[in-house]
């Protein structure tokens, strides 16, 4: 028994050797998920009221139950006519808190939104004044 306990000992102390060993800049944090809006021209004000009832109470919801960290807002002037000019970021711990996280958040929507239906209505309603550039993924990460 001694010799297994020891065995499993230099193995999770090697393990832990060879991670202390990377040679990566950096450590690794939380994830943001990001999506990049391009409000239509005079529409921002009407947007950012539409993002106040919904994104705001759903974000505050998923927040309160622990399933995101924390969210963002970020509005700012577009580089180019093609370009995004407001930023929505939503912190998780993790990429393993992305596994089943509709499951979690679809009741929020429900509760937040309404139905699919009426969801489905307030999204259809968005396409008038904005545009959806694009949705990533990226961790946050600390330099050495």
Known sequence: MNKFLILIVSIAVSMGLCRAQSDAPYTEGPVWT??????????????????????TGAMDEAKKQDLIMDYKILLGNAA?????????????????A??????????????????????????????????????????EITLK
């Open 34 to 55: 990001v999506t990049m809006v391009k409000a239509k021209a005079g529409m921002t004000d009407e947007y950012l009221k539409g993002l106040a009832k919904t994104f």
């Open 80 to 96: 180019t006519p093609q370009d995004f000019d407001i930023l929505l970021m939503v912190e998780s711990k993790n990429m393993a």
């Open 98 to 139: 992305l596994d089943g996280l509709r499951e979690k958040t679809d009741p929020i929507a429900r509760k937040i939104q309404g139905t699919p239906d009426q969801q489905r209505a307030t999204q259809t309603k968005r396409l008038e004044i904005r545009e959806i550039i694009g949705s990533k993924n990226m961790r």
